[in-house]
């Protein structure tokens, strides 16, 4: 069975499951038992794999860095301008699409970042806040074997992003769009480098509040649910913000 086709059956189901959270003003705990069970597994992961890579890609000469960092964000893009369009935001619409064309004709496929330069400012969108922002209420709460922490929308949002995202469309998805056409392992390498570089800006912030939280579980849930309300209130548009561990 292929990713699409999998996605196609479960897809139904985290509907039907996501919109009964509708107007839910709390998140419930109802997973608590396995989420933290899949959370220490997550953190030892984490120490084994994810934070030695992190810690090697920060040694790297910062032109390395910023530039795979651009590319990343100029990726994350494509998902953003589709989300945008289905929260009736133009501003957003134009400021992402301008960022993208440019940053990835003069900027070099997205290494580097002129359309900054321009004021054209792209925002970080997906399908989650797009539910949030009409009205859809986050749902239970749990954590995602190596994804992290989620709740039932945002679980939801995870797998219709390939519905939306043109990246998806062209590689999980293997169709054809203007010429351009690719394979799982495109997909998965972006993300890939995507959790990586996240990661690696965010190490000594998350040292921090690994040392300073008395149940880094539980801190790490907070940290995770304020970021996603601040972002579907669009109070937080900056893509390099502390304060949401989501992808």
């Known amino acids: 069975m292929t990713l699409f086709k999998f996605i196609k059956i479960i897809l139904p189901v985290f509907l039907i499951i996501s ?13 608590e038992g396995v989420s933290r069970s899949i959370f220490k597994f997550n953190m030892a992961f984490d120490s084994a794999v994810l934070k030695p890579i992190a810690k090697g890609y920060n040694k790297l000469p910062t032109p390395i860095k910023n530039g795979t960092s651009n590319f990343t964000s100029n990726m994350a893009t494509l998902l953003s ?15 992402s699409t301008g960022s ?12 580097l970042n002129p359309a900054e330069k ?4 792209p925002y970080k969108e997906d399908v989650g806040q797009t539910l949030g922002t009409y009205g859809v209420g986050p ?11 989620s709740t039932v929308r945002d679980s939801f ?13 062209v590689t999980i998805r293997e169709n054809e769009l203007l ?14 480098v995507t959790a990586v570089d996240f ?10 509040l690994e040392k300073n939280s008395l149940d880094l579980y539980s801190s790490l849930k907070s940290v995770y649910l304020q970021g996603r309300e601040n972002k579907i209130r669009n109070s937080i548009e900056d893509e390099d913000e502390w304060g949401s561990l989501d992808n």
């Open 19 to 31: 919109f009964t959270a509708t107007n839910a003003n709390a998140t419930k705990e109802c997973f």
């Open 81 to 95: 301008i589709p989300n945008s369009l289905l929260q009736g935001n133009l501003k957003q619409v134009g400021h």
């Open 100 to 111: 993208f064309l440019v940053n990835s004709t003069v900027g070099v496929l997205g290494i």
């Open 118 to 121: 321009m004021g054209l400012k």
């Open 139 to 149: 749902g239970c709460y749990l954590v995602l074997p190596i994804l992290g922490p």
């Open 157 to 169: 949002g995870l797998l219709a992003d390939t519905f939306v995202d043109p990246f998806a469309h």
């Open 179 to 192: 010429g351009i056409s690719g394979n799982d392992i495109d997909y998965f390498s972006v993300m890939g």
């Open 199 to 208: 990661r690696a800006d965010n190490d000594q912030n998350f040292e921090s």
